[in-house]
């Protein structure tokens, strides 16, 4: 945790330090999210079921300059036939920046583009319930490698609530044909200020190591990549059951050529029992097979796409279907020479 600290503090002061000398802007950006979301499912892992909705969002922020910005606007979700049963706005509000090759979230920001887990890791639900990180984000990156690491507070303690915080890092690099990527996510579950109830803290986690090849510029293809390695977690509650330590081969393949992509995931090996990911990863085999074509215009990107998933005796259908559109801009733009 020292080493941690002190690597954010010479970040952030590096960011702060930084030569200012660039345009200064007022900026806007909203969009939407409308999503269909239908779950075929006949198996003891997940539960069968319809996501149905629709996200508008919307933020205003100052840039200092190129690399700084603050931002701060809402998110909200309406989920279709749920009349009268008000949810929340998620708020927006976050400072980031970036020096040479780090770059820094501060605040509640989005999800979008900034965190990319494997499912086995993180739900490909989440999105739909949580489009905001509420926490911090480190990001290095360079011509052939990037990593981040990040924490996502979810529950703030009190007498109704335990406290909760996911935290995880990512690495890619590239070399020629050759690609490796690892992950993981931690969660840890504590207690609520209600000291009357009885709530063992958790710990668990997941993590895999998967290198590969990047096939693309050999194939004709827009895209063909293939991967395989290790998915691996641990779990436990304290009070109740020790540390278990599960382990399994993962292999993932996608191709993608003019907008029609098929992806792949192939899962052998102990039941997997990650909280912040898929249910599917509890058998001891899962296959699973998307089909999808995506559309990406100027400010539009849509994706249709059907998936099949293989479990011992079952085969199970979902199919689902995802629009976005956004804007963005400037109110007014000013120039300075520098920033006292």
């Known amino acids: 945790m020292k080493h941690s600290g002190k690597s954010l503090l010479i970040c952030v002061i590096g960011l702060l330090a930084a030569p200012q000398a660039m345009a200064q802007d007022f900026l806007y950006q909203f969009g939407y999210y409308g999503f269909f979301d239908n779950r075929e499912y006949f198996n003891e892992f997940v539960n069968d079921q319809t996501i149905f909705g629709s996200r508008i969002y919307a933020e205003a922020g100052y840039a200092f300059n190129a690399d700084n910005r603050i931002m701060a606007g809402a998110n909200y979700l309406y989920e279709f036939g749920s009349k009268g049963e008000w949810i929340a706005p998620d708020l927006t509000a976050y400072y980031t920046g970036r020096y040479r090759n780090f770059s820094l979230y501060l605040g509640a920001f989005p999800r979008l583009n900034n965190i990319m887990m494997p499912m086995a890791l993180m739900s490909d639900t989440i999105p739909y319930y949580r489009p905001n990180v509420e926490?911090?984000?480190?990001?290095?990156?360079?011509?052939?490698?990037?990593?981040?690491?990040?924490?996502?507070?979810?529950?703030?303690?009190?007498q109704q609530k335990r406290e909760s915080f996911l935290l995880g890092f990512s690495g890619f690099a590239r070399r020629g044909l050759l690609i490796y990527q690892h992950h993981a996510v931690m969660t840890h579950l504590a207690h609520s200020l209600n000291d009357t109830l009885d709530e063992p803290i958790r710990d668990n986690a997941g993590f895999t190591v998967m290198p590969g090849l990047d096939l693309s510029t050999v194939s004709g293809l827009d895209s063909l990549t293939l991967s395989a390695g290790v998915l691996f977690s641990y779990d436990r509650i304290r009070g109740v059951y020790d540390f278990r330590f599960p382990v399994g081969f993962l292999a993932e393949m996608e191709i993608v050529h003019q907008g029609f992509g098929l992806h792949g995931t192939l899962y052998s090996g102990e039941s997997q029992v990650i909280t912040s990911g898929d249910g599917f990863y509890k058998s001891t085999f899962y296959g699973r097979a998307d089909v999808y074509y995506q559309l990406s215009k100027a400010h539009i990107n849509g994706r249709v796409q059907v998936s099949m998933h293989f479990l011992p005796g079952v085969t199970d259908l979902s199919m689902s279907l995802v629009v976005r559109a956004q804007l963005d801009g400037i109110f007014r733009s000013h120039h300075s020479n520098s920033l006292k």
């Open 135 to 158: 926490g911090i984000l480190i990001d290095f990156k360079t011509r052939s490698f990037r990593h981040n690491v990040w924490i996502d507070w979810v529950s703030r303690q009190s």
